[in-house]
């Protein structure tokens, strides 16, 4: 039986396949969803040369196939064990949502995800700043009314 040879790019892009889903998961909230977008993703793979091009791709895919309007699926939230920020994250808006997940998630710089939202570095501390900030200002309110 002989081998397919991969091309180096596409073995390079699968090594974030597993990160990337984890991703997808966390902006769609399910794994039929999640599934789709990272096989969308990975359809040109010649392209995928680096980290940052993987998830600017999927991010693509994703604004297409959503928008800014996505919310978070809420049966995700009962199967989280940190169900407070994962409720909490539900609220924030798609571009807060993205940076926080890649920054904290997936500990990407700041240049990295610049790179993969299309947004120079200042806009991506800013979406931190500010998406943070309502994630903190959204977990005090629950812990308010917790009480």
């Known amino acids: 039986m002989t081998e397919i040879p991969v091309p180096k790019t596409a073995a390079t892009a699968l090594e974030w396949i597993d990160e990337l889903y984890n991703l997808a998961y966390w902006m769609t909230g399910s794994e039929a969803s999640a599934g789709m977008f990272v096989s969308q993703t990975y359809l040109n793979p010649h392209t995928l040369t680096s980290r940052?091009?993987?998830?600017?791709?999927?991010?693509?895919?994703?604004?297409r196939g959503f928008g800014?309007?996505?919310?978070?699926?809420?049966?995700?939230i009962s199967q989280i064990s940190d169900g407070d920020v994962a409720r909490a994250v539900v609220h924030l808006p798609a571009d807060f949502k993205m940076a926080i997940l890649l920054a904290d998630a997936e500990n990407m710089s700041h240049a990295e995800i610049s790179e993969v939202v299309g947004k120079p570095?200042?806009?991506?501390?800013?979406?931190?700043?500010w998406g943070r900030k309502l994630l903190y200002s959204e977990l005090t309110r629950q812990g308010a009314e917790l009480k």
Do not use: P, Y
């Open 52 to 63: 940052a091009a993987v998830f600017k791709m999927f991010r693509e895919q994703f604004q």
């Open 68 to 76: 800014q309007n996505m919310t978070m699926n809420h049966e995700l």
């Open 121 to 129: 570095v200042d806009t991506v501390r800013s979406w931190l700043h």
